[in-house]
């Protein structure tokens, strides 16, 4: 008996038949030649009778005992490590496969009327969803909401594809079905998951695109390799791609390996049309951990604003500056009313173009690193600042931190959010840090190069308390997904500032999403919905009940930029009410506090900026959320 490749599939090449290649093609002819003229004929009567669904069914050369014994065996030796027959699983040839798990493809696989189906789907609902994993549109549930139009079709899932599946994957499934219409068109898209969640244990999709469908046009099913990193099991490389054939059905077990995601639809005028849901086990998967591991803290060295920082940030200017003042107040009142604001604008314009020549003449030169799990961090490319080393050849970025770490710079975000950003001096911090360990923190802190010290005296330091310090670049294809770390302390301010993004347009995405944990209905939500903008601060108040994500950057984005790179800023303060959250932390803050919570807010206050230019109304953005019950579709 020949012995398999372990880790391949299964080809003619690697197994040494007892029948000929030639053979089963000629087996399978004959069987297609004999049913082609069958069902001509039922499918004439079909429409005749008006119920065009009525005579939907699996393919059968698919439901012949020697193909379903096949399958199932080749499944079951890859799960147990052994190696089957030969001869046995020679009919599952070019049906299953085993890298880069498990997976079936079976083209051609329903008889009957196919285009009836995409039209009956075509006439139901789609409502368009996005969230931070996916954009597409989504009917209801097919199977479970008196859809009578499709109610053929769902019993033909129910009653002839799932006791199909079970006999083929070894597994026992419940009657439960999932079946839901997705549609994607241009841009639409789904990242990298796992589908791992309850009961799911058979994920499937059958396809309706049109038959021109090529991978020019995208949406492609992309299957990622995997690897264990620190005892969890992690996506890597894409490495293999299918494409939504009409008519033709993919299948996988869902576990914790089976990363997968669509690829952006790049057809202006076609749709990725498809059936897809999942059928159950009859026990629950194990869910996947959602909160990331905490990073150590920053603690960032305050300065004293000099001139040239009030010149370059109307934010680190002093308190009597008149038009900051003005601002500031109407930045105060958004946040409050939004949970967030935009400053546009924050840097003087040539010191603007200054940074963004600097970013696009070192960018490749820069120590970039990538997201490791984008079934949890998601993709980008990005840089922690966690050494005053860094950046030592970049002066103007460099006064750009400077800035961000000035007290009136500060006392500016502290004004606006109604917040204390948690400072101390040094002396204590490391008194502090001895005590609960020094592993939690990691300090901005030589002072080289970095002007007079913030103290009350000469040889006082003081540092601000920060979850993240981070550059990141944005590209096509590249998102954040939600971000827990704040779930973890009591709140902090996170500061999100865009270079370099002109044509970003709020079609594009890249938007800033804020979300409640405790909203059932977050996903489709979302307390507040930021677009990014060149030179524009976007300033969110978040505790532990709140997250974000940055929404995936499609490809409209590379059209109108010729493929060129965003950058974006993200500094996470904590505040007073953070992790360290001790008496001696408040006792020893700097910064001035926030203005009291009965301060006279009065709308017709003279001294109020009249002008909304610096504002940004958070819900004008266009993302199409739904309140619907809709899940992640292949």
């Not at 076609?270 to 009859?282: E, I």
């Not at 591991?293 to 000099?306: V, Y």
């Not at 079934?375 to 006064?399: A, E």
Request: aromatic share 8%.
């Amino acid at each position: 008996m020949a012995k398999l490749e372990e880790g391949s599939p299964i080809s003619f090449d690697n197994i040494s038949p007892t029948c000929s290649k030639n053979s089963i093609a000629s087996a399978r002819a004959e069987d297609e030649n004999g049913l082609a003229k069958r069902m001509k004929t039922e499918t004439a009567t079909a429409v005749a009778t008006g119920n065009p669904n009525a005579l939907l069914s699996i393919n059968p050369i698919y439901t012949t005992e020697a193909l379903k014994t096949a399958v199932s065996v080749l499944l079951k030796a890859w799960k147990d490590g052994t190696t089957p027959s030969a001869a046995v699983v020679q009919p599952a040839l070019g049906f299953v496969f085993r890298k880069p798990f498990p997976h079936l493809v079976f083209p051609d696989f329903f008889h009957g009327p196919i285009d009836s189906v995409e039209e009956e789907l075509l006439r139901q609902k789609f409502t368009p969803l996005s969230t931070d994993l996916l954009q597409l549109s989504q009917t209801k549930e097919l199977s479970r909401d008196g859809v009578f139009e499709f109610a053929d079709v769902t019993d033909t899932f129910r009653n002839e594809v799932r006791p199909w599946v079970a006999t083929i994957t070894n597994t026992e499934l419940k009657e439960e079905l999932d079946i839901r219409g997705a549609k994607y068109t241009y841009t639409d898209h789904l990242v990298c998951h796992d589908d791992r969640l309850t009961t799911r244990k058979i994920a499937y999709v059958y396809y309706l695109t049109d038959p021109s469908w090529s991978e020019e046009d995208g949406g492609t099913l992309d299957l990622f390799e995997s690897s264990c990193v620190n005892d969890v099991v992690v996506p890597g490389a894409i490495e293999k791609s299918i494409l939504p054939t009409r008519n033709s059905m993919v299948l996988f077990v869902v576990g914790d390996d089976s990363f997968h995601q669509v690829r952006e639809v790049l057809s202006t005028r076609k749709a990725r049309l498809s059936l897809t849901g999942w059928f159950h086990a009859t026990t629950p998967s194990v869910p996947r951990t959602e909160f990331q591991p905490h990073a150590p803290f920053l603690h960032l060295e305050l300065f004293e604003a000099g001139k040239d920082d009030m010149v370059n940030c109307f934010l680190a200017r002093d308190e009597a500056d008149a038009y900051s003042m003005a601002r500031k107040k109407a930045l105060k009142k958004d946040m409050t009313r939004y949970h967030g604001c935009t400053v546009r604008n924050l840097l003087k314009d040539s010191f603007y173009q200054s940074l963004t020549d600097e970013l696009r003449a070192k960018e490749a030169t820069l120590p970039w690193s990538e997201t490791t799990n984008r079934n949890q961090d998601g993709c980008l490319k990005y840089i922690d600042i966690n050494t005053p080393k860094w950046p030592k050849d970049m002066p103007v970025f460099g006064q750009l931190l400077r800035i961000m770490q000035t007290e009136c710079f500060l006392n500016s975000i502290n004004e606006i959010t109604s917040t204390r950003i948690s400072v101390m001096p040094l002396d204590k911090l490391n008194k502090f840090a001895a005590l609960i360990g020094s592993k939690n923190f990691s300090s901005l802190t030589n002072g080289a190069g970095s002007g007079a010290s913030a103290g009350d005296s000469p040889d006082e330091r003081w540092v601000a308390e920060a979850a993240r310090c981070r550059l990141e670049k944005f590209e096509s294809g590249d998102y954040s997904l939600k971000t827990y770390e704040a779930a973890q302390v009591d709140e902090v301010i996170d500061l999100f500032y865009y270079m370099d993004c002109d044509l970003l347009e709020p079609d594009c995405g890249g938007a800033v999403v804020v979300m409640d944990i405790n909203d059932p209905n977050d996903e489709w939500d979302p307390i507040i919905s930021m677009d990014g903008e060149s030179n524009g601060l976007m300033v969110v108040r978040r505790d532990r009940d709140h997250v974000f994500f940055t929404e995936y950057v499609n490809h409209r984005w590379a059209r109108r930029n010729g493929g060129r790179p965003f950058y974006r800023l993200w500094i996470s303060y904590s505040t007073e009410a953070g992790p360290i959250n001790s008496q001696a932390a408040k006792n020893v803050s700097r910064l001035s506090p926030s203005e009291d919570e009965d301060e006279d807010e009065d709308e017709d206050d003279e001294d109020e900026v009249s002008d909304d230019s610096d504002l940004v109304e958070p819900g004008d953005h266009d993302a199409a959320l739904s309140s619907s019950d809709g899940e992640e579709d292949q």
